[in-house]
């Protein structure tokens, strides 16, 4: 493998080399890389028929599965630049997606339609909408909506009938993908990763994690979630065999997923091994051929990674992190849970290779000193360029790093708290501000908190993450005066549910006059924190 090529082309070579090895496996049909590469390119030449120029924003809106990994390689070829859509998210959050990355061309399925139909209806402007499993427009059922819809209709047939298209002339600067994630605006921010940071990541991936193409990788997370990125690429760029998690009770409970497809690398985030603990599927002997899983995305508590390791003492397990602003992960910890400090999350790590990471301190940009508490900040080559079409965002988070004074020398701005230790393993602490994650998935307070307040009846909200029995979860308070709760909650819960994806929707909201606030009369966050907690575990 030419580790210098670009992530697709390197995928186009294993085409070359092993035609007839199975490329993605979905346990009831799978794709060889002859094919799979064959079927991207025919989607590239769409593409570029389209109109569609170097570095143009497709939006993909498909669930993980064999067409989604097509349109993610068919879009590379054609030279331009992914955004990958949640299916589950509300319509009016992908109609904003959509519109701030000026996507013309949306690559979809069948079975995506009618919810595509409904985010369209809320985006200004033309589109082109490919479907890759679909007939032509004219023998389609929905053919008037689309036609109203979109300025053009592409088929399976059209998409068949071309001719493969290879690799352009992407080089490292270009745009790779663009995933967006909550922002404090209310509107999610979109990060955007070059080709570059993303050959850097994937190969690091490749060759520490030896993937090879014996292996069958999972993948369990959304391709709108940057932590498929191992999955996808590192998997593809080995030559091995990608295995997409198809079923939603495969999402929560795993483990018959990763024993019938014979999985041998593991790629999630940690809370899912608390769903497997309590489903039972944590037993000694249960995976034999899982040889490596890795978790990123969350702190990892020591008794997790205790019970993983006991169903198969010889796997590995490796603790990554990283924000999507680094692509995806930056240190890596090989854990041994026979020394793990039972009374610290796992540690994060070291830096990958081509990353570097500091600690300054909590109220300066300084050094801190060993094991000294401090903000986390990160530079190298794995950087984003920063937030889509959002200088102001972009300045604010990424910054020159004042002791390196040459070109490129950035560093970005995490927002956690993190120390040295003595054995220069970075330990992760917490958070500056009010963003959290909660399975993995990175939220800002702050827009819950917006969606909540936006009701004419509240006063103010505030929002918090809770640990309630083994689970976190979202919780908010809203201050509201005279109005009847029951009705009040009925149409917040509604508000949450049509504004804010599922996982940042609050499982519980209490009420109160007025929430808690500081000597300088703002929110006081770890009081609003302290009576959340204090409310949810009284029940």
């Known amino acids: 493998m030419n580790c210098l090529a670009l992530i697709h082309r390197q995928i186009v070579e294993q085409a070359r080399t092993r035609p007839d090895h199975t490329a993605i496996d979905e346990g009831e049909r799978s794709i060889t890389y002859g094919e799979f590469v064959g079927k991207a390119g025919q989607l590239a030449s769409i593409i570029r028929q389209a109109g569609c120029a170097r570095n143009a924003r497709i939006a993909i809106f498909i669930e993980n599965s064999i067409e989604a990994y097509i349109a993610i390689l068919g879009t590379l070829c054609a030279d331009c630049c992914y955004v990958p859509l949640g299916t589950m998210l509300p319509s009016a959050r992908l109609a904003d997606i959509i519109q701030d990355a000026g996507s013309e061309v949306v690559v979809t399925v069948r079975s995506q339609l009618p919810a595509l139909l409904e985010v369209v209806q809320h985006v200004r402007g033309s589109r082109q909408v490919i479907v890759l499993d679909g007939p032509d427009e004219a023998e389609d059922v929905d053919s008037g909506r689309l036609n109203a819809a979109f300025t053009r209709v592409i088929g399976q047939r059209e998409v068949d009938a071309a001719s493969p298209l290879p690799p352009g002339g992407n080089v490292g600067e270009d745009l790779a993908y663009i995933i967006f994630t909550s922002g404090t605006t209310g509107r999610p921010k979109g990060v955007a990763i070059s080709h570059l940071s993303l050959r850097d990541f994937v190969n690091w991936a490749v060759e520490h994690l030896r993937l090879g193409p014996k292996d069958r990788v999972s993948n369990h997370p959304s391709i709108h979630f940057d932590l498929s990125i191992i999955d996808i690429f590192g998997c593809l760029a080995a030559g091995a065999t990608l295995c997409p998690v198809t079923r939603s009770g495969d999402r929560f409970l795993p483990g018959r997923f990763i024993s019938t497809m014979g999985i041998t690398v593991w790629v999630s985030v940690p809370s899912v091994l608390a769903t497997m603990k309590k489903g039972r599927q944590l037993k000694p002997g249960s995976y034999g051929k899982l040889r490596m899983s890795v978790f990123c995305g969350e702190a990892f508590a020591p008794e997790l990674a205790r019970g993983l390791q006991e ?138 908190e917006l969606a909540v307040s936006g009701h004419d009846d509240v006063v103010d909200a505030g929002a918090c993450v809770v640990r309630e029995r083994d689970a976190e979860i979202v919780v908010a308070i809203v201050a509201a005066q005279g109005v009847e709760e029951d009705r009040l909650l009925g149409d917040i819960r509604a508000r949450c549910e049509r504004m804010l994806p599922h996982y940042m929707v609050p499982k519980r909201y209490c009420f109160c006059d007025s929430l808690p606030q500081n000597a300088n009369g703002k929110k006081d966050r770890k009081g609003i924190a302290e009576l959340l907690s204090s409310l949810v575990s009284r029940g």
């Open 311 to 448: 169903t198969n003492p010889a796997m590995e397990i490796y603790n990554l992190y990283g924000p999507t602003e680094a692509t995806c992960a930056c240190t890596h910890y090989l854990v041994d849970v026979k020394r793990l400090d039972q009374t610290k999350s796992v540690p994060i790590g070291v830096p990958n290779i081509n990353t570097e990471l500091f600690v300054f301190k909590e109220d300066r940009d300084e050094y801190a000193e060993p094991g000294e508490i401090g903000r986390l900040m990160i530079g190298g080559s794995q950087l984003a360029y920063g937030y889509w079409g959002q200088p102001d965002l972009t300045a604010g988070a990424f910054k020159a790093n004042p002791f390196k004074r040459e070109i490129g020398g950035r560093m970005y701005e995490t927002g956690d708290l993190a120390f040295v230790d003595a054995q220069g393993v970075f330990q992760y602490v917490g958070r500056l501000d009010h963003q959290v994650k909660v399975h993995g998935y990175r939220i800002e307070l702050s827009e819950i």
